[in-house]
T-cell receptor, first 115, second 112 residues
Framework: DAGVIQSPRHEVTEMGQEVTLRCKPI?????LFWYRQTMMRGLELLIY????????DSGMPEDRFSAKMPNASFSTLKIQPSEPRDSAVYFC?????????????FGDGTRLSIL | GENVEQHPSTLSVQEGDSAVIKCTYS??????FPWYKQELGKRPQLIID?????GEKKDQRIAVTLNKTAKHFSLHITETQPEDSAVYFC???????????FGKGTTLSVSS
């Protein structure tokens, strides 16, 4: 079991640039979550997919953020255009089953810095 | 919306002592309460969880208690060790059952 795999681990880019974060969930898991972690706001859910379908995207901060899950083994989180306040650690997590009330397995995160 | 309050924000104990972290939640319909441990620069990892049909769950040195009437739950770590030093997050399921709402975290420091 390779765990949840995220890439890149670190991303530094200038404001205005497009940023794409990637996630491969654990094989067989059918729920996927994107989180953002900052010192000020803690760990916040951005979006939740079940069977590749977005179930709850109420945490997506604004239209600059978008997420897709084209298949069961891949998801992307895109920020366009990026802003310095988007700097954070972005985690992807996956779980088996259909509910959020299952143990979530987190990836190692992407540390994003927008200059 | 659902809100989860976690206390204390920092906790320092001596090796061998017990540590207790407390969380309160606002939505009485919440029925799932996990605890995650996050070491510096690492991913959050589930250490224990409890569902609303039980009042206590134990796993070696770690235990969680749940009081649904008072809407609070606590993490208890006994015989603390330096490797227990980390940030601990509690969470509760929101009313819609679509998201975990996390507390702000407790930084636990265990000194030897």
């Amino acid at each position: 079991d390779a765990g949840v795999i995220q890439s890149p681990r670190h991303e530094v880019t200038e404001m205005g640039q497009e940023v794409t974060l990637r996630c491969k969930p654990i094989s067989g898991h059918n729920s996927l979550f994107w989180y953002r972690q900052t010192m000020m706001r803690g760990l916040e859910l951005l979006i939740y997919f079940n069977n590749n379908v977005p179930i709850d995207d109420s945490g997506m901060p604004e239209d600059r953020f978008s997420a897709k899950m084209p298949n069961a083994s891949f998801s992307t989180l895109k920020i366009q255009p990026s802003e310095p306040r988007d700097s954070a650690v972005y985690f992807c997590a996956s779980t088996s089953g259909t509910g959020v009330n299952q143990p979530q397995h987190f990836g190692d995160g992407t540390r994003l810095s927008i200059l | 919306g659902e809100n989860v309050e976690q206390h204390p924000s920092t906790l320092s104990v001596q090796e061998g002592d017990s540590a207790v972290i407390k969380c309160t939640y606002s939505d009485s319909a919440s029925n799932y309460f996990p605890w995650y441990k996050q070491e510096l620069g690492k991913r959050p990892q589930l250490i224990i969880d409890i569902r609303s049909n039980v009042g206590e769950k134990k796993d070696q040195r770690i235990a969680v208690t749940l009081n649904k009437t008072a809407k609070h739950f606590s993490l208890h770590i006994t015989e603390t060790q330096p490797e227990d030093s980390a940030v601990y997050f509690c969470a509760a399921l929101n009313q819609a059952g679509t998201a975990l709402i996390f507390g702000k975290g407790t930084t636990l420091s265990v000194s030897s």
